[in-house]
């Protein structure tokens, strides 16, 4: 209890301390509904501006305009298009494709060592497999959303400082 006791302080001082930590948010939103997209200091964003297509880390936010991987400052009215990147689905398509890999894999294996009929690998399980692949493949194609800018999106900095303003002259 005595070892854990202080490791327990640091990590709520800590945190408090990450929380009071000032920070601006990029907001792309459909206004009139709950549809958003918000990215902070350290997001990955893919956009294009004058007809020229952007993609990294963002670096800083500013009250109108963002720098992204020591490039100059994007301003927000600028940006025609912030392209949405579907990682999450890729992701999944390369599980599903290696998993159909693996699973071939082990079915071969086990034929090999435990040969119960004359072919290693049945058809149902080549037929598994190549289901599984497929999937995976199918998966990695889906395309990247576009947000264009205009009357159905808009790209605003959300600033969530706490600023107090004081009055020092009493």
């Known amino acids: 209890m005595k070892k854990?006791?202080?490791f327990a302080i640091w990590f709520l001082l800590s945190s408090v301390?990450?929380?009071a930590v000032a920070q601006k948010i990029l907001f792309l939103e459909r206004p009139g509904t709950t549809k958003y997209r918000q990215y902070e200091v350290g997001d990955l964003i893919t956009f294009q501006s004058h007809d020229t297509k952007f993609k990294g880390h963002i670096i800083q936010i500013n009250d109108s305009s963002f720098r992204i991987d020591k490039e100059r400052l994007h301003q927000l009215s600028d940006i025609q298009y912030v392209i949405a990147n579907k990682n999450g689905w890729k992701t999944g398509g390369k599980?599903?494709?290696?998993?159909?890999?693996?699973y071939l894999g082990v079915s071969a294996l086990n034929?090999?060592?435990?040969?119960d009929e004359p072919q290693v690998v049945s058809k149902n399980e080549a037929i598994t497999s190549a289901s599984l692949?497929?999937?995976?493949?199918l998966l990695h194609l889906v395309p990247n959303?576009?947000?264009?800018?205009?009357k159905s999106w808009r790209l605003r900095v959300i600033d969530f400082t706490n600023d107090i303003p004081r009055d020092d002259k009493k």
Do not use: D, E, H
Not at 95 to 102: D, F, P, R
Not at 145 to 150: A, I, L, P
């Open 111 to 115: 034929g090999v060592i435990a040969p």
């Open 95 to 102: 599980i599903l494709a290696s998993l159909g890999v693996l």
């Open 17 to 19: 301390a990450y929380q």
């Open 4 to 6: 854990i006791l202080p």
């Open 145 to 150: 959303r576009k947000f264009k800018m205009g």
């Open 133 to 137: 692949v497929g999937a995976g493949g």
